[in-house]
């Protein structure tokens, strides 16, 4: 700009005006400062502009990984509804670490983003380090993976009802000894969805039996030895409903490995809906987790708290419903393949509260 404003003799502040369609500037003034920034391939830095103005037109993302099918499709549901509202995004990986995860915060405060979306690293204990963000005025969501509690602006999807619907789906395929491949308890998700199968074997008289519980990861590896582990006992599950798709595969391998019919010895239930479960053999019954719109939902609830600027806002969740796909993995009978169960009131809320700030 200070090139532009030499050449032509004027001050930067009127290129500034010039670039920025300001009514105080002249049509030729205007004309000849678009031509000569046209001439020198000008690109105006919004960073900068951002830093004088306090803020930006930039939204912040911190996922736990960009990866598989869920976060990939959630980021490009944020994208979609950002740049709908004038909005571009910064996308940060935590790749699991919660050390990551409070660089990439920093990243972003650094960068006078409006608003931070977040889903939490499988490390994440500690929650202080959001704190910093909400001390300086930060608009904050979380999706999927969120920080529980009152104060909380955050989207999800109803994990506790994908468990039950799972669940009662290979209760109603005969199964009777039903395992849980479980996740990390001190993420939302996989706590949701562990309590969702036992609601469903509550719901069915079918005993709780902590033996045919196996907490893992959620990484494939680990559900081949827990599988290896559950078949070994000497009452081994005729079902199993595992809280992701990467363990549903796990333990569909070790199935086979040891010369079990699935679905006619063991149905098996995943939950994501990950691409790689319809190429399985065979393919994998699941929870669609709605990707998109809960990406383009994580940034509606997003600009409304921008859009406060401070004022008082009632923190709010958002839960989606899960859809269940049944396929041959778990469909003991023809009828139920392809079946699909769909809550057609869309999302509700949440955990909703009386008005506060978000500070």
């Known amino acids: 700009m200070a090139d ?4 032509l ?5 009127t290129i500034s005006r010039a670039l920025s369609d300001h009514y105080s500037i002249g049509p030729a003034m205007k004309q000849k400062v678009l031509k000569l920034a046209k001439k020198y391939n000008y690109q105006p830095n919004r960073l900068a502009s951002a830093l004088r103005k306090g803020k930006s ?3 912040g993302i911190v996922v736990p990984y960009i990866e598989g099918r869920f976060f990939p499709s959630v980021v ?3 994208e979609s509804a950002a740049s709908k509202a004038g909005y571009n995004v910064i996308i940060c990986q935590s790749n699991e670490d919660v050390a990551q995860e409070r660089r990439n915060l920093d990243i972003l405060l650094s960068a006078q983003v409006a608003g931070v979306l977040v889903s939490l690293s499988r490390t994440t204990h500690d929650f202080r380090h959001f704190e910093k963000l909400r001390s300086r005025g930060m608009p904050l ?3 999927d993976r969120i920080v529980e509690g009152d104060n909380v602006n955050a989207v999800v999807l109803d994990d506790q009802e994908g468990g039950y619907v799972s669940t009662r789906h290979l209760i109603e395929q005969g199964c009777r000894r039903i395992a849980h491949i479980a996740g990390p308890q001190h993420l ?4 949701n969805r562990r309590q969702g199968y036992l609601d469903a074997l509550r719901e069915a008289g079918l005993p709780e039996d902590e033996g045919l519980i196996a907490y893992t990861d959620m990484v494939q ?3 081949v030895d827990a599988m290896r582990e559950l078949l070994a006992s000497p009452n081994p599950p005729d079902g199993v409903f595992a809280a992701g798709d990467y363990g549903a595969l796990g333990a569909l391998q070790e199935v086979q490995r040891h010369g079990l019919r699935v679905p006619q010895d063991v149905a098996i239930a995943g939950f994501s809906n990950e691409t790689f479960t319809v190429v399985t053999e065979p393919a994998l019954t699941t929870i669609d987790q709605r990707c998109e719109e809960m990406g383009q939902a994580a940034v509606r609830l997003l600009l409304e708290l921008i859009e406060a600027d401070g004022r008082p806002f009632a923190p709010r969740q958002v839960a989606l419903r899960p859809e269940l796909l049944v396929r041959n993995s778990s469909a003991r009978n023809a009828s139920e393949l392809s079946r699909l169960v769909r809550h ?4 509700r809320l949440v955990g909703v509260t009386a008005a506060h700030k978000l500070a």
């Open 4 to 7: 532009l404003a030499r050449e």
């Open 188 to 191: 939302n998700i996989y706590k």
């Open 221 to 223: 590896s680990q559900a």
């Open 141 to 143: 969501v979380f999706f």
């Open 57 to 59: 037109q930039l939204l």
């Open 344 to 347: 057609p009131e869309g999302e």
């Open 9 to 13: 003799g004027v001050s930067m502040t």
């Open 76 to 78: 490009h549901g944020i």
